[in-house]
């Protein structure tokens, strides 16, 4: 039995720092939020744990935040993660992943505390040179946001090796879903993933889904992503978390999906059939710098921390992603 940690989640508020922290009080650890509210909602946070409403990039607070609260490790979600805006936008992109989490990682090291578990993406890959993509192939972001998170990943690589620090970047798939129980989900406004926007058309929220790009190298010509449940992704930052606390001379950079993936249209099937319902689709062109097919190679993760997915299907993915839309309005109040 591992030790009560105390954690501090940076982006608590939000879709998956929310789930991390559900996670974390399922397993027993304290979970401590600090969250700018950007994009985060202060209403998704359970009662007693302590939050604090502030930016990442305050060292002052965040040094108070470590010894007040006596941080083992701190989780770290907060950030941007709209990939054309990025494009768009690059410098708010270095700015709020890049130049934030080095003022994070400078105050993580001065205070003192050892751990910290990373959100990256598989934007790091850009275009994989084959697929399932392995963690040693070549990172080759084809956005800034992917560049951004590469960037902390070195920082952190190098962080690591010059002082008594250690760390997890899990490069994520495509999160999806909520909390089973229904404690959270995907609340962020104007989201752009199909999941998110399949389920809304599904109730009504928007007319259609638009189905971008039917000519992809792919079975059905439309793109493949790899899916993963969000408490599934929360479960593996437990494990890494115990994990650095376990063996702190040992970093890891892990993929973190299911190793197989579903192609848009299987996406609307399955939202089809959860439904009961016929989406109305409509076929559109390519949205830029999407690849064909992006699916993880999960052996590692599986190997070094024993995780196993508990909600590798499809149907429940939506079942669940459906129910928190469900309440949603509800819970925002309007
Ligand atoms: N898609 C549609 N219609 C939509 C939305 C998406 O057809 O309305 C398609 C996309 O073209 C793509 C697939 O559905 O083929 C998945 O798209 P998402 O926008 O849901 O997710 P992405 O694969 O673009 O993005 C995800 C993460 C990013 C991460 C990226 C890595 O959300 O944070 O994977 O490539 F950077």
């Known amino acids: 039995m591992t030790e009560k940690l105390n954690v501090l989640v940076t ?60 941080i083992d490790a701190v989780m770290h979600f907060a950030g941007s993660i709209v990939v054309p805006e990025s494009v768009e936008n690059p410098l708010k992109y270095y700015h709020n992943n890049t130049a934030k989490t080095r003022a994070l990682i400078e105050a993580v090291v001065a205070g ?28 080759l972001p084809i956005n800034p946001y992917g560049t951004s998170k590469l960037m902390t990943e070195f920082m952190l690589r190098d962080v690591a090796a010059a002082h008594d620090f250690n760390y997890c970047a899990l490069r994520y798939f495509n ?12 609340s962020t406004v104007g989201a752009t993933h199909l999941i998110k926007i399949g389920v809304e058309a599904a109730l009504g929220k928007r007319e259609s889904v638009s189905v971008f790009g ?22 593996a930052h437990v494990i890494a978390l115990e994990a650095l606390v376990a ?55 599986k190997a070094r921390f024993g995780w196993q997915p508990r909600y590798d299907d499809l149907d429940k993915i939506v079942r669940h992603a459906l129910a928190w839309e469900r309440q949603l309005d509800e819970r925002r109040g309007s």
């Open 247 to 301: 063996d702190p001379e040992t970093s890891h950079t892990l993929n973190c999906g299911y190793g197989h993936g579903y192609s848009v249209m299987q996406v609307l099937d399955a939202i089809d059939r959860v439904t009961n319902k016929k989406l109305v689709r409509k076929m559109e062109g390519r949205r830029a710098g999407d690849p064909d097919s992006l699916i993880s190679d999960n052996s590692a993760i």
């Open 112 to 139: 003192g505390v050892r751990h910290m578990i990373f959100s990256s993406t598989a934007a790091t890959y850009g275009i994989p040179q084959s697929s399932p993509v392995r963690e040693d192939m070549p990172t």
């Open 11 to 70: 982006g608590g508020a939000g879709y998956i720092g929310s789930h991390a922290v559900l996670a974390l009080l399922d397993s027993g650890h304290r979970p401590v939020v600090i969250d700018n509210l950007v994009t985060g909602f202060r209403w998704v946070i359970p009662d007693g744990v302590a939050f604090y409403e502030g930016d990442i990039e305050d060292q002052a607070l965040f040094a108070k935040i470590l010894a007040d609260e006596a």
């Open 214 to 235: 039917t000519d992809y190298a792919t079975e059905d010509g439309t793109g493949v992503r790899d899916y993963i449940h969000v408490s599934d992704l929360a479960a």
């Open 175 to 186: 999160v999806a879903g909520a909390d089973p129980e229904g404690r959270s989900g995907q």
